[in-house]
């Protein structure tokens, strides 16, 4: 199979269907292993590509910008133009240093400079907003985000985001509208079966923006896979297992019964849970590419024959409305 590809909101760009996020690539693991090294993040992204993949997306923090790195020798031997990547920028860089994070117009400039440098490139496709930063003003960021577009550095603007925040996103695009600025055309915000607040104002804004809509985390962690059980401990090394507060947000009744719906449409599709929740999202009219960050080949070609899943109207339904 190879992936569809799909317009990127407004901007003229078509991207793959799925993106693969790269957020794993140099992670250290809370044991101090790397989760993902050379070797493996470069089968991942041959085996992508052979998928007929092309929109990769990354930022200055994976990996302490070795996810970069890594993407930017891998495009050495291949057509730069032939891929979309998007990177991001916000998080600190240097915790003495309180300029050396957010969204100040100096951690803007240092860090663009240093994303090129890994990535080995001359321009960004796609340049997020990694959070949102209330301590600078929007006029001064987008004036800054603007400059980077005038000096080709930059081809299009995003926010990614933890919260839904449909006002703030929209306040900037109107200061942008004011001034003469780039706006932002792409949204990256948590969207999922089971993570909806972006149901509502914000997927509202950005059908009003013409905002691309590129979520992170389709599978909620790894809770839509299947690998969790109603009242069963959670299996040993599992993000549940790990980290008390990712089981209060997911394992919870509503969300199982969102689970069993997704089991239920697998087994009558003849799929797996993860095909089926991410069919969901490239099924959704509100959403443009997903990003999909697989640990290995063979769970990424699992999330990639996910294109090849179809759902009647009844079931997209049904997944929509379970758990509510």
């Not at 915790?95 to 960004?124: F, K, M, V, W």
Request: hydrophobic share 35%.
């Amino acid at each position: 199979m190879v992936l569809d590809t799909v317009p990127l909101g407004r901007t003229g760009l078509k991207v793959s269907e799925l993106a693969i996020g790269t957020w794993r690539f140099g992670r250290e693991t809370h044991e101090g292993e790397v989760e993902i090294k050379r070797e493996r993040a470069y089968n991942l992204l041959d085996t992508y590509e052979q998928y007929g993949g092309t929109f990769i997306d990354t930022a200055d923090s994976y990996g302490d910008g070795f996810a970069e790195e890594l993407i930017g020798d891998w495009l050495q031997n291949r057509e730069r133009e032939d891929y979309v990547i998007a990177s991001k920028i916000y998080w600190p860089t240097n915790e003495d240093n309180p300029n050396a994070r957010g969204l100040n117009r100096r951690h803007l400039r240092r860090q663009l400079d240093a994303i090129l440098d890994r990535l080995r490139t001359d321009y960004l496709d796609l340049l997020y907003i990694h959070r949102w930063d209330d301590d600078t003003p929007a006029e001064e960021f987008m004036r800054t985000l603007d400059r980077f577009v005038a000096d080709e550095r930059v081809d299009y603007l995003g926010t990614s985001t933890q919260r839904p925040n449909a006002w703030k996103v929209a306040k900037a695009n109107e200061i942008a509208r004011r001034e003469g600025y780039e706006p932002f055309t792409v949204a990256q915000p948590r969207y999922n079966l089971v993570d909806r607040e972006i149901e509502g104002n914000y997927l509202e804004m950005c059908r009003e923006y013409g905002l691309a809509v590129v979520p992170w985390s389709p599978l909620a962690g790894g809770f839509l896979t299947g690998k969790y059980q109603r009242d069963v401990e959670p299996p040993a090394g599992s993000r549940a297992a790990r980290e008390p507060e990712f089981g209060e947000r997911y394992l919870i009744d509503s969300n199982f019964a969102v689970l069993d719906e997704v089991r239920s449409v697998a087994d009558a599709v003849d799929a797996t849970p993860t095909q089926v929740a991410l069919a969901w999202l490239l099924e959704h009219e509100a959403v443009t590419a997903p990003i999909v960050g697989a640990r290995t080949v063979d769970q990424l070609e699992a999330d990639l024959a996910a294109g090849e899943i179809s759902l009647s109207d009844e079931q997209f339904v049904r997944l929509a409305e379970a758990g509510q």
